[in-house]
C-alpha cells in the first residue's frame, strides 16, 4: 500500500491527502517494527512473567525517603498506563516523609521482560524541600525486580527449612482489627544470603508467608541466573547498592532537567512525564543496549 501511495506521488500525482497516507503509512509500519524487535528481545526464560519490584530508600536520608516515595509511584503510573494490574504488597514509611521500602506488584504478561533493567540505584538532584536553606540534595533509591513466579516455576527453587529466619509483626496501618492487633505481617530471612522479604498485604499471617516466599524464591532463582549459579547454596547475597556511583539513571531537576539512563545513553527534558510513568522509551532503549552487548559477547 505504501509503495502504490508513494508511486503515484512520483508519477506527479501530488495530493497532499495521499501525502498524509504515506505519512501514516510509514508510521505505523516504524511502530509496528519497533514492537516486533521489542517482542523479539524479550525472550528470556522468565520475561513473559510478571513480576514483583522492590524499592528501597539509599543514601541521603529524608530526601532518599521522599524520592523512593516518588519512584514508587513512577512504577505505579507506569502499569496503570498499560493498563497491567497492581498493587502494594508492603510498605514501610519514612520517619518524616516517604517510604524506607516498599513491594509492589505487576500480574501481567511481559511486565518482568519490560521491567528487569530497572534494577540498580536511581539517582535524584534537586532543591531539597527539607532543607530550609534550599540547597541541592543528592538522593537514591534502590530497585529490585524479580519475575512473579507460577507454581512449576517455584518448584524449581529448593530452599532449605534450616536456611531461613522467619519472624512476624503486626502490619498496621488500614485492614481492620485483625491487620492492626494480630501479626500478620511476615519477614522471611534467607539466612546464607542475607536477603530479607517481608509482605504485609495479605489479611491473614498464612497467606503473608505464601507470599513472602514466593518473592525469596523469585529473588534466588533470578541472582542465581545472573551469577551462573548451578544451586541455590552456591549464589552470593549481592545488594543493590543504593549510594554514590552505583546508579543506572540519574533524574536531575537542578540546575537543568535531565533524565538520563548511564547504560544506554538514553535521555530526556520531560523529567516531569518520566516520573509520571512515561517510561517506555527508557525500557525499550535499555533492552536494545542489553541485546546489544549479548550479541557482541558472543561474537
Known amino acids: 500500500d505504501v509503495q502504490t501511495v508513494m508511486g503515484m506521488v ?8 495521499l501525502l498524509r497516507e504515506a505519512k501514516d503509512m510509514i ?22 512473567m510478571g513480576c514483583v519490584v522492590s524499592i528501597m530508600s539509599g543514601a541521603g536520608g529524608v530526601d532518599a525517603m521522599d524520592w523512593s516515595a516518588i519512584i514508587l509511584r513512577m512504577y505505579q503510573r507506569w502499569a496503570e498506563r ?16 516517604g517510604i524506607k521500602s516498599a513491594t509492589l506488584e505487576v500480574n501481567a504478561p511481559m511486565a518482568y521482560g519490560y521491567l528487569k533493567g530497572e534494577k540498580g540505584a536511581h539517582r535524584l538532584v534537586r532543591i531539597s524541600p527539607f532543607n530550609a536553606l534550599g540547597k541541592r540534595q543528592t538522593s537514591f533509591a534502590g530497585v529490585e525486580v524479580m519475575p512473579l513466579l507460577d507454581e512449576a516455576s517455584e518448584g524449581e527453587v529448593q530452599v532449605n527449612d534450616s536456611d531461613l529466619d522467619i519472624t512476624t509483626m503486626r502490619a498496621g496501618g488500614k ?6 492487633k494480630v501479626e500478620t505481617a ?3 530471612v534467607h539466612k546464607p544470603t542475607g536477603i530479607s522479604v517481608r509482605c504485609a498485604e495479605e489479611r491473614t499471617q498464612i ?16 541472582i542465581a541466573e545472573e551469577q551462573n549459579a548451578k544451586m541455590i547454596s552456591d549464589i552470593r547475597g549481592d545488594q543493590v547498592s543504593a549510594d554514590f556511583g552505583s546508579q543506572i539513571r ?21 523529567v516531569n512525564a518520566v516520573l509520571d510513568g512515561d517510561l517506555d522509551v527508557f525500557l525499550s532503549s535499555y533492552l536494545r543496549h542489553a541485546s546489544m552487548e549479548e550479541e557482541a559477547d558472543k561474537a
Open 250 to 270: 540519574n533524574y536531575v531537576m537542578h540546575p537543568y532537567k535531565m533524565v538520563k539512563d548511564t547504560r544506554s545513553a538514553c535521555e530526556s527534558t520531560d
Open 186 to 188: 511476615v519477614r522471611i
Open 82 to 97: 498499560k493498563g497491567y494490574p497492581h498493587r502494594l504488597l508492603d510498605s514501610s514509611e519514612g520517619d518524616e516523609a
Open 175 to 180: 485492614g481492620g482489627q485483625n491487620v492492626n
Open 10 to 17: 512520483e508519477d506527479g500525482e501530488e495530493d497532499g491527502e
Open 207 to 222: 497467606n503473608n508467608k505464601k507470599r513472602a516466599m514466593a518473592i525469596l524464591k523469585a529473588k534466588l532463582l533470578v
Open 27 to 48: 508510521q505505523g509500519m516504524d511502530r509496528e517494527l519497533d514492537e516486533w524487535e521489542l517482542q523479539r528481545m524479550l525472550s528470556g526464560k522468565f520475561d513473559a
